[in-house]
């Protein structure tokens, strides 16, 4: 059997105070309101259970029991609105949602884009250095050679050098005159920092998981969110669902608002 500390509508009882009733009829109402069977309520109330029944009958006869039942239901109604209009505010956020905050299919420029003479740009000397060092020390084996590899006295094809220059940005738009890319760039894929999202984007969110290819963001079902709105605004008219409709589905169908999505743009582009 429901209780009243099951309804947040119903923790707050100064309401009742209106009514003048005593401790037990403030029970019964309190009782019938989580469950209107009037029995139950009696009994739960701590009336005899042998004339449960009975009892029952005569209190919900009593004008103020009556007025304060009928008083009850508004203060359930009025909660169960709110509760209901703040889940299609959810289900608007998501359905609302900018997927490219959590995820983005960038064309980038290619790394001849615009490298000096249109040949490979790095990012930083550092980044060279570092990949320079990769390849001489993978391909060397001996210390000196090594050495004189670093300090440039030994010609290799397979040590890269800087001749393209620094300055490579994901963020720039690839260059219609590359020789290499031909202006289409590369398709990269970036993923957001998820503690930076929009409380839209962040209900959108439903976790990461590793696939073989890599890590996958996990959304929520837009299109269910959509759908979800659309039945509790009558949208899909001659489709009648099969069950009774309960006193909250015909609440949420004459709720009223919704909300907003505000996507955020990425703070930064992933190098």
């Not at 019938?32 to 042998?50: C, T, W």
């Not at 738009?173 to 998820?194: F, K, L, Q, V």
């Not at 309960?246 to 907003?260: E, H, I, K, T």
């Amino acid at each position: 059997m429901s209780s009243t500390t099951d309804n947040p509508a119903l923790a707050d009882t100064t309401w009742l105070d209106q009514f003048d009733l005593n401790p037990r009829q403030r029970a019964f109402v309190l009782a019938y309101l989580a469950d209107p069977n009037g029995k139950k309520a009696a009994i739960s109330a701590g009336y005899a259970e042998g004339s449960a029944e009975v009892t029952a009958s005569k209190l919900l006869s009593n004008a103020k029991v009556a007025r304060a039942i009928a008083e009850g239901r508004k203060q359930v109604e009025s909660k169960a609105m709110l509760d209901a209009e703040g889940i299609v505010n959810l289900w608007t956020q998501i359905a609302l949602a900018d997927p490219n905050e959590l995820t983005q299919h960038i064309i980038a420029p290619c790394r001849y884009c615009y490298g000096i003479d249109h040949q490979y740009q790095w990012k930083t000397e550092r980044e060279f250095l570092e990949r320079k060092a990769e390849v001489i020390f993978s391909k060397f084996h001996d210390d000196k050679e090594r050495d004189a590899a670093m300090a440039g006295q030994i010609v290799d094809p397979r040590i890269p050098d800087d001749a393209g220059g620094y300055g490579y940005r994901l963020t720039d738009p690839p260059n219609p005159a590359c020789p290499e890319c031909s202006g289409m760039g590369m398709e990269i894929t970036r993923m957001a920092d998820t503690r930076k999202l929009s409380p839209a984007a962040r209900l959108l969110f439903d976790g990461v998981k590793e696939t073989k290819q890599g890590v996958e963001i996990k959304m929520q079902d837009r299109t269910k969110a959509l759908e979800n709105i659309a039945k509790h605004y009558g949208m899909f008219a001659g489709k009648v669902d099969a069950e009774e409709v309960s006193p909250l589905d015909r609440l949420v169908q004459r709720m009223m608002g919704a909300g907003n999505a505000v996507p955020v743009n990425p703070s930064n582009e992933s190098n």
